[in-house]
């Protein structure tokens, strides 16, 4: 039998016209020449991650291999236009034959080439958010499922939870128990509105941002020459940020490669932070299990943070078990150790922030330059009071100031009817968060309620004998005027016939929730005020309206916590006023690009960003780590990558803070323990400073040591001076 001889082409040996070695160190360079099979290539935070990466492409271009034979992906279009530019000017061609861009705008790519495949016109449409949720309003409205007796999912939470589950595998319904349990008495009604969302999207001739991953994939699957076109074009595929990647673009990535196997895998399994938002960490951690001969190369000298920031780093990645070991090692000269700051409580933390910033603007250094970290964002409520109070310029990366938020002005506005009858826009907001009510249908029950509101009023011109109020001379008690206004539960009532009948059972709710949190003692206390509206109304429209109602409710927890030191509610809408304006006047001042302001921002949405100053606030365990991962070790471990990721966005200094004392409800100023995290830390890679208030003597305080080591303490004064009108801040 003949013996096969194979006869390779020959190919000269490539020109560079890139010196590669001078241009990157040895592990990136490592990766940038590896052989052909699969690569995962683990780029720690700061250790030039994109530019491997772009190199990596340029070397296999300059090593013969067409640019049309190469698939890039990324996670965003300005970082696929980003990449795309430096292969270019690093490459010197023209590469408009690369294919490289987000995974959904390749999608949408191939399935324009392969429309009928699927049962799609070629002309089919993509809907964005709005139209998606449009349509999807629509699909309800025929079905009649949200007739307003029993709170129905909104379009938006609808869309969250059939996403969540098309791009984690995750069946529907364990979706609704895990994210909204109490939808689960109509899991059978969702599943027959997501099957008529569907038809109807294939009526019209759309797919939604998902269909364009999960119609991909089925290209795939069920159409082995398709399948074997885009496997045989696409000789080398890479990816970045690939830790971030759900189930379905995981398995488009195999499918893929599968032939030629030159799959590069780009990213950094201690930075997998977003299994929230469907991200599965078993895509980076399990690589070398799915590919067989991976090739894996770690790039661990890092040129953003200082060693001794570094050396932190290292330090609070290291208790997780499930990762791929790798240390960080500096590239840049040392500097000041990280600062761990014990502090009595919420407020004081937010001095404290404050001062710190204030004193190193003063030393040269910008605001702008600075960044404070947080788990959840109510975390930063007190500082943005602080912060507020000071005119201290800031901007909020992960969402709008606090007091901005729907949330918080839905659940203000039933204190502002009670406590102002006549509010017309408390009365608007609170009628339109009801089914079937607009604009116009808002303001005609305004003007019946109004109207019936001024008859009641008529009998309210004596001031009413309940609650009698000490005069502050000594004299006989007076009637405050809340205890003037007329009661709002009646009016409802009397002119509950107006309204529609999809509205009635939401109308008969809202009356009774007024009468409950309207009547002494809990009128005069906002904090009992919110935790009624909450119990009895909003937890339920809060689940059926925001995809992130968890979030949110969190928030209201606070603000009713917050709003136990106030005694008197008309002080408390005084003070959410006076936050509210200043913001707005903050909000305003926004528009100027140039203007040098303090940026706050949850660590998820500053993945990814650099500051000279990072501040880490509110490690308490509980808050972070956040509660429910406290027993779950997977959760757990991703907490603690997300404080790995906080740690690592400063460059030169870094502070960590935790309060000593804070509020909760039911339990007034609770002890807090330091997070467990702090724990992890050895002693001697942080300074720590224990503050003293500007008068008095130092106030001594026993507290848990995180590492249950004595230590030397530096003295930090808290200067700021007393607020002459003696605000709650």
Request: charged letters at 25%; proline letters at 6%.
């Amino acid at each position: 039998m003949a013996r096969e001889y194979q006869l390779n082409p020959f190919q000269a040996p490539p020109e560079l016209r890139i010196d590669y070695a001078a241009e990157l160190n040895g592990q990136q360079l490592a990766a940038v020449s590896a052989a052909p099979g699969p690569a995962l290539v683990l780029a720690g935070a700061g250790a030039g991650k994109t530019r491997t990466l772009t190199y990596r492409v340029a070397w296999l271009i300059e090593h013969g291999i067409p640019p049309e034979r190469i698939l890039l992906l990324t996670f965003t279009n300005k970082a696929a236009r980003e990449m795309m530019q430096r292969v270019t000017d690093l490459a010197g061609t023209n590469l408009t034959t690369l294919w490289g861009g987000t995974f959904h705008s390749l999608g949408l790519r191939i399935l324009r080439r392969h429309p009928e495949r699927l049962g799609y016109r070629p002309d089919f449409g993509v809907a964005d958010r709005d139209d998606a949720k449009e349509l999807l309003a629509a699909c309800v409205g025929e079905s009649g499922l949200d007739d307003g007796k029993k709170l129905f999912p909104k379009p938006e939470v609808l869309l969250e939870l059939f996403s969540k589950a098309v791009n984690t595998g995750t069946p529907l319904a364990q979706v609704i128990a895990e994210e909204h349990a109490s939808f689960l008495t109509q899991i059978e009604n969702i599943h027959k509105l997501q099957q008529r969302y569907t038809e109807r999207k294939r009526d019209a001739g759309l797919m939604d941002f998902d269909d364009l991953l999960v119609r991909w994939l089925e290209l795939l699957r069920d159409h082995e020459d398709v399948r074997e076109v885009y496997q045989r074009r696409f000789q080398f595929v890479l990816v970045d940020e690939y830790q971030d990647t759900n189930r379905l673009q995981g398995e488009l990535l195999d499918l893929l490669s599968a032939r030629h196997g030159n799959l590069m895998a780009v990213g950094d399994d201690a930075q997998s932070i977003y299994s929230w938002r469907g991200a599965n960490f078993a895509n980076i951690i399990e690589f070398p299990e799915r590919h067989l001969g991976t090739h894996v190369f770690k790039i661990e000298t890092n040129y953003r943070s200082s060693p001794e920031i570094l050396a932190l780093a290292n330090a609070a990645i290291s208790g997780n078990t499930r990762q791929f070991p790798k240390a960080l090692v500096p590239a840049r000269p040392s500097g000041p150790k990280p600062v761990l700051v014990t502090c009595g409580e919420a407020s004081e933390q937010a001095a404290f922030v404050a001062q710190r910033a204030l004193e190193l603007r003063e030393e040269g250094r910008p605001l702008a330059d600075m960044c404070v970290l947080y788990r959840s964002h109510f975390h930063a409520m007190e500082l943005q009071l602080e912060l507020t109070r000071r005119r201290i310029p800031f901007l909020i990366t992960s969402g709008l100031r606090f007091f901005e938020q729907a949330h918080v002005k839905d659940v203000a506005a039933y204190i502002k009817l009670v406590t102002n009858p006549f509010d017309e826009l408390a009365f608007k907001r609170m009628v339109k968060m009801m089914p079937g009510v607009g604009l116009k249908s808002a303001d005609k029950l305004w003007q019946e309620y109004r109207g019936a509101l001024e008859v009641e009023a008529a009998f309210f011109a004596k001031p009413r004998p309940a609650a009698p109020v000490a005069d502050v001379d000594g004299g006989e008690p007076t009637v405050s005027k809340e205890q003037m206004m007329p009661l709002v539960a009646p009016v409802l009532g009397a002119i509950a016939n107006k309204v529609s009948k999809k509205s009635v059972t939401a109308w008969a709710h809202w009356m009774a929730t007024i009468a409950q949190i309207e009547k002494p003692p809990v009128r005069f206390s906002p904090s009992d005020m919110i935790r009624q509206v909450l119990k009895a109304d909003y937890i339920d429209y809060a689940e059926a309206t925001f995809e992130n109602a968890k979030t949110r409710l969190e928030d209201l927890e606070q603000l009713a916590t917050y709003a136990e030191q106030f005694t008197d509610t008309t002080e408390f809408l005084a003070q959410l006023a006076l936050q509210t304006n200043l913001e707005a006047e903050a909000s305003t001042s926004e528009e100027k690009e140039d203007e040098d302001r303090l940026r706050l921002s949850s660590i998820h949405q500053a993945k990814g960003l650099e500051f000279g100053v990072v501040f880490v606030i509110m490690l308490c365990d509980g808050l972070f780590p956040s509660a429910w991962s406290l027993d779950d070790l997977e959760g757990l471990e991703e907490e603690r990558r997300l404080f790995y990721v906080a740690v690592t966005r400063a460059k030169d200094e870094l502070y960590l803070s935790y309060p000593l004392l804070r509020y909760t409800h039911g339990a007034g100023a609770a002890m807090q323990q330091a997070s467990r995290f702090l724990g992890e830390i050895p002693s001697e890679l942080v300074e720590e400073w224990n503050l003293r208030p500007a008068y008095g003597a130092p106030v001594q305080v026993r507290r848990p040591d995180p590492r249950a080591v004595a230590d030397e303490f530096r003295e930090a004064d808290i200067s700021g001076e007393p607020d002459p009108e003696g605000e709650p801040f």
